[in-house]
């Protein structure tokens, strides 16, 4: 069974930083698509970031627009963990932030339905 728990959330004001970690329970490096999700009160959830790779290097990495400049996503195989860096959040930032990985190498890195195993979350809150 494997286990991905996330750390790392927190309350910060708008402008301040974050970094979120995804601790596996097994080694990254046979993960293909690893990504980051939200998901705020009221509305679906939506993907933030992904990683795409191949025996632990980055193929690429994929960013929504509200993440693009602001948002880093990445990976320490040593620690079988991966990382979303947040700066200069905005209250528009506040969700749920899931951990999300798969085995296969996805179409569309958006889809949660390209990502067989989650996390159960850290909460994210960013006040004005």
């Known amino acids: 069974q494997v286990v991905l728990v996330e750390s790392g959330g927190g309350s910060v004001q708008t402008g301040g930083s974050l970094r979120l970690s995804c601790a596996a329970s097994?080694?990254?490096?046979?993960?293909?698509?690893v990504g980051w999700f939200r998901q705020a009160p009221g509305k679906e959830r939506e993907g933030v970031a992904a990683i795409s790779t191949v025996d632990g290097r980055t193929l690429d990495d994929y960013y929504s627009d509200f993440a693009e400049g602001r948002f880093t996503i990445s990976q320490d195989d040593a620690l079988n963990t991966v990382y979303l860096q947040m700066n200069s959040l905005k209250p528009d930032d506040s969700a749920m932030y899931y951990c999300a990985a798969d085995k296969k190498l996805g179409v569309n890195w958006t889809l949660a339905s390209e990502y067989t195993y989650w996390g159960k979350g850290t909460q994210v809150t960013v006040s004005p």
């Open positions: 097994e080694y990254t490096n046979t993960w293909k698509f």
